[in-house]
């Protein structure tokens, strides 16, 4: 990972090279010193080397060349590019965006504050994470579904297998590969603090079509497929170790790479809590990006195959598809199918913008997604529940109005992120900030501060609904999903608060209700 990471600039100057350098030596002993030295001698050097533009990425920052090089002269100022912008048609116009920390010579700066307990917290997470996958695998199993202390195997080849392992890791390639395929369109990221932003080509939506069809085949010739239900605790095993090597791996890379490129969030210092929160935003091998390929691909498609495996199955054993399992499955494969189809809409979340890579999201990713998001169709497939029509027909409109609520609140910000110009939004209200950047305070985003979440947990509500009311344990998604997102408001609010101060104070103050309106 460390010659990959020096691969991700062959252009460098040895300008950089020698700053990364002393970059590094710099965080052993004598940081403070050695990063004064560097930052005045870059300054110096700076006017006569102009840096070229790296592959994958596009300079936006005004801010970022103080000296008159060939890059600075096309680069406009903030009142020149206000001025530009005054001169054009609404449509043709660009987001001006000038953070205040749009400087090449700042530094991240170390995390101070912490979230999850810190490292206390992140220590538990990294054991505790697991453990729940586990526990929840085996308390639902054929035998029984109900929250009581299972009997927990002692053997290994209950928890490792070498198909499993083949199997999970032959996907994950097999993901990779189609990530790799040059179709589809590219995307521009949001502007980095380096004021770079990243290029993300996206083919999501095409590589679940291809992963459709490939299952549809392996139906059609009789294979196997049920092998990853009977394999279902090694498959988790090989997850687990996956996720804990490629973490250490990310932790690694990220402490010998250079610091402008850590996450605000995931700078402490602290081994512990940085490797868990995530210490670098953006890992890239080349122009394959980490985070954003685990976000989306192999554990939702994942977890949507899986799902396929369990409808099969049933359809083999019964003849017919079980109508509530059927409903459930279509819920999770259009949330999958959107994700995808929707996938450059995931370049203004908080995941790519905000946390690093790290264990957190490794885990989540590539864990926890695919092997507890489907406990609803795992127990329906088990014990099956008949539901009247009328429920379902309930369920579904509950799952619909969520789905409305999420899909349009998701898509009114990335869309007005792209572009706060776009003529379809002009009629929204904003507020504007420092930075820049205006806050949507109209629209749904003016109905309560994350109408996106409220959508999600309708809909979260709904598929474990489909499951009636013998067992609490597939009550545990949307619990557990409440919970999550209730934190990750506060996290965003927190974040947006720095970021924006007086201009959030004033949409708190416009915008009451936190998720779920005049109640919360
Ligand atoms: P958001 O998509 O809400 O992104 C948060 C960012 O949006 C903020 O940091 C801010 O960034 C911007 N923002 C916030 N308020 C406004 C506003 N009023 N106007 C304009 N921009 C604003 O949050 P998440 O990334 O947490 O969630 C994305 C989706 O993913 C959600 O639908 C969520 O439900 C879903 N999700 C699903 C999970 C799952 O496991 N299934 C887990 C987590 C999330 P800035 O201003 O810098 O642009």
Known sequence: MASVKEAKSPGRSSRTASKSKSRSRSRSRSRSRSRGRTSSASRKRKPTTPKPKQENMESNSPARTKARTPER????????ARLQNLNLAPEERKPVIFEPYLDEEKRVPRTKKTEFGGAIGAFFMIFGLPVT??????????NKCKPYLPVIPLDWQSYFDIQAAAIYLGWMAFQALLYMVPVGPVVMGQPLRSGQRLKYRCNGFISLCISL?????AVYFKLPVGIVLQKFTQLITTGVVFSLVLSIILYVNARRGSNNKLAPGGNTGNFLYDFFIGHELNPRVGSFDLKFFCELRPGLIGWLMLNLVMLTEQYNKQGALPPALTMVVVFQAVYVADALWFEDAILTTMDIIHDGFGFMLVFGDLVWVPFLYGL???YLSLYGVKMEWYCLVFIGILNLIGYYIFRGSNSQKNEFRKNPYNPALAHLETIPTASGKRLLVSGWWGLCHKPNYLGDILMATAWSLTCGFSTPVVYFYPVYFT?????REYRDAEQCHK???ASWDRYCERVKYRIFPYIY
């Open 483 to 487: 919970i999550l997102l209730i934190h």
């Open 376 to 378: 609803q169709t795992r």
């Open 133 to 142: 996958v586990y526990f929840l695998n085996f308390v639902c199993t054929q």
């Open 499 to 501: 970021k924006y101060k």
């Open 73 to 80: 002269a096309a680069t406009p100022t903030r009142k020149s």
């Open 213 to 217: 069809v490939a299952f549809g085949a």
